[in-house]
Every structure is written in C-alpha cells, then in structure tokens.
C-alpha cells in the first residue's frame, strides 16, 4: 500500500509558476506510475500528468508545453512543475499511484487569478 501527500499549492496569478510535489510512503515506490489530476468545482476530474515506472510521460493538451512531470525515485517523490498559470488551472490538484490499485492523495488547492 502507498500513501500520499501533495504539497506546493497556493494562489498564483496568471502567467505565473508553482511546482507541486507529492511524497509518497510505503515500500516500493519506483514500480508504481504516477499521475497528476485536477477537479475543478462542476467538475469531472481529470488526467493532466502521467509517469511510468520507466520514466515515460503523457500529458493533456490543456497543459502540454507547461507542465512538466518528474520523478526522484530515490526521494520517494513526483513533482508536477506548472509554468504559465491560467485561470482554468484553478483546481484542486491529486496526485496518484497505480500499479494493481490505484491510491490517491488528499489533494492541494491550486488557484490562479489576479
């Protein structure tokens, strides 16, 4: 079993920059793909981030060419880095992992608005 803590939210305005980070416990973290979501109020959550075991990624095309996904295996942890903030960002932001399960995080608050 993972468990697992998203930290770095907050309020940005647009244009601007945060990098989430999401550290995870438990054993053998480096096997599991990662993936970042958000949900917005009114709406479905959705995919924006996904790692693999190997280090492939994927993204949404809302969030290609801004967000990058990363992963330190040594320090049990993925970072979603988010440049060029816009409103629509505005979420609450999930970190997960999966393998045969999936565990979700409680999520971080992310805002964007001047």
């Known amino acids: 079993q993972v468990q697992l803590v998203e930290s770095g939210g907050g309020l940005v305005q647009p244009g601007g920059s945060l990098r989430l980070s999401c550290a995870a416990s438990g054993s053998m973290f480096s096997i599991y793909a990662m993936g970042w979501h958000r949900q917005a109020p009114g709406k479905q959550r959705e995919l924006v981030a996904h790692?693999?075991?190997?280090?492939?990624?994927d993204y949404a095309d809302s969030v290609k060419g801004r967000f990058t996904i990363s992963r330190d295996n040594a320090k049990n942890t993925v970072y979603l880095q988010m440049n060029s903030l816009k409103p629509e960002d505005t979420a609450v932001y999930y970190c997960?992992?999966?393998?045969?399960?999936?565990?979700w995080g409680q999520g971080t608050q992310v805002t964007v608005s001047s």
């Open positions: 790692i693999t075991s190997g280090g492939s990624t």
């Open positions: 997960a992992a999966q393998r045969l399960s999936i565990y």
